[in-house]
């Protein structure tokens, strides 16, 4: 238990406030293939699925690749909260070495308590309810729906009533430009 982390984000979920704060998580998505395992890394303050990675394999260099995407496009300034669930991708050495070699602060929901981490858990419940609702016909196929999904639809036009009926990417607009 040493190594797990405090809740530093503490359910503070709105968006365009509070600390700059990224959340992870993982889901399982259908196919007939077998599952693929789907990583994500999702802004708090606006919404935006900002990196994600798949495999058919559930390892830690799943949340490893998510969260270096999403660095890669969107590099923070040192003490950006990370926040995600128990789950032991979260906990190994690897990607604990990565968030502090990027001075993140790692942050964990409480034990069992999906409420912590809302953000994700409300991308993945709209993700299954737009997109994946039916199994793929191959985790291929799942992946390359996946990607138009996030890039075609949820980040440029998908509409949030957290952030004023306003997409994640216009949404991120906004508040660069009233910085």
């Not at 942050?107 to 409420?115: A, D, E, I, L, V």
């Not at 793929?136 to 509409?159: M, T």
């Not at 949404?171 to 009233?178: D, G, H, T």
Request: overall charge positive; aromatic content about 12%.
């Amino acid at each position: 238990s040493s190594q797990l982390a405090p809740n530093l984000l503490d359910r503070q979920f709105a968006p365009g406030t509070g600390p700059t704060a990224w959340v992870g998580d993982i889901t399982y998505v259908p196919t007939r293939q077998g599952w693929l395992h789907l990583a994500v890394v999702i802004s708090v303050q606006t919404r935006q699925v900002l990196g994600y990675s798949v495999s058919k394999r559930l390892t830690e260099e799943l949340v490893v690749k998510a969260f270096a995407n999403a660095w890669a496009l969107h590099p923070q300034r040192p003490g950006l909260i990370f926040h995600s669930d128990r789950g032991g991708q979260y906990w190994g050495n690897q990607f604990r070495q990565l968030l502090q070699s990027h001075e993140v602060v790692q942050s964990m929901s409480r034990p069992g308590n999906c409420w912590d981490n809302a953000v994700a858990e409300s991308f993945f419940a709209t993700l299954k309810t737009e997109e994946a609702a039916e199994p793929y016909a191959s985790r291929e196929q799942a992946s390359q729906s996946i990607a138009a999904y996030i890039h075609g639809f949820y980040n440029p036009a998908r509409l949030h009533s957290a952030l004023g009926y306003h997409s994640p990417n216009n949404y991120a607009r906004q508040l660069r430009a009233a910085a």
